[in-house]
């Protein structure tokens, strides 16, 4: 049963996020928002109607989550003064406070994320390392990982580019994840995970250690200007490999674009390099190639500006030993993050997309060091 200091302090984070979120000042403006859609003329001009939507909308899921955390508290507080009367058990004020205290941590760490980049979709990358098959297979179980996390929080995932494994499991796969705040939550899997388990894949039955990097950049929409030089690209095309149909297997559909990026702090030249194989038709694959590349390039300006670069950057290392943020120990049942040291026994959720707890550890580390 919880105490009396509890239901307080259920009532007092309540207060402190109106007060953070300045839910007052939110409310004005939604109306005035609002309003501005209300004009006869409103959709003549389609792109800027369509910004003003997603302006409203914005300002409304605050208004909403802050309404939700607001009315739970108040449950529990019903719940609490029901029980003197007998009217409910221990178990259901419990229970209420349970629901109240998880939307109240919800709602705090979604607004710890305050970077315009943080409310963008994502582009995730997953590259296999050290480790041959093994690490092939291992990087197969993390696109699957983050496939089933992005399924529970209804995030929308697509595959832009796979290649299979030479055996087993997959050498790459570029994936875009769309939903709110996916970018804001999953910069905090932006490294290298390491694997240790007893191998299917070693005769032996002998332990073994493999590597697999993730690389997590902000999904820019039309919305966002970024100058891509159009005398540094180059394509090439390609078949696609798998399944899609005989269209697939006998025709280009595949591209590559290559971009001669400069570095506008040291001008160094460097190749990126992007495929797309997600359509069959090439235009569309161009276009969708295009678009990862504008991502890149709004990523690297982005970190070149931010302040916490070393940190995001540290994530970018060799993918080998004593380099990993994350370590995964099957036969010991424990996954622990070595940025937070938070580290949890249910080996089993954790692959099946429960990275709650890891992405609260590391905001909540990174909002200090911000506040510091």
Known sequence: MITSDQLKGVHERVVQLHHYLDIDAKTMQYEEEQLRTQDPEFWNDRERAEEQMKLVKGIEKWLVGYK??????????????????????EEEVDEAYQKANDA????????????????MDCVLKINSGAG?????????QLMRMYMRYAEQHDYKVSIDHL????????????MEIQGDMAYGYLK?????????????????GKRMTSFASVFVTPLVDDTIEVYVDPARVSWDTFRSSGAGGQNVNKVETGVRLRYQFVDPDTGEEEEILIENTESRKQLQNRENAMRLLRSNLYDRELKRRQAAQAKIEAGKKKIEWGSQIRSYVFDDRRVKDHRTNYQTSDVGGVMDGKLDGFIKAYLMEFADEKAE
């Open 68 to 89: 939700e955390v607001k009315a739970l508290a108040d449950e529990v507080q019903l719940a609490y003064e029901f029980y003197k009367d007998e009217m409910v058990t």
């Open 104 to 119: 109240i941590e919800a709602l705090e760490l979604k607004n710890m994320l305050r970077a315009d980049e943080d409310a």
């Open 132 to 140: 041959g098959t093994e690490a092939q297979d291992w990087a197969q």
């Open 163 to 174: 290649i299979d494994g030479d055996e087993a499991g997959i050498k790459t796969v570029t």
């Open 188 to 204: 905090s899997e932006n490294g290298v995970h390491r694997l240790v388990r007893v191998s299917p894949y070693n005769a032996q």
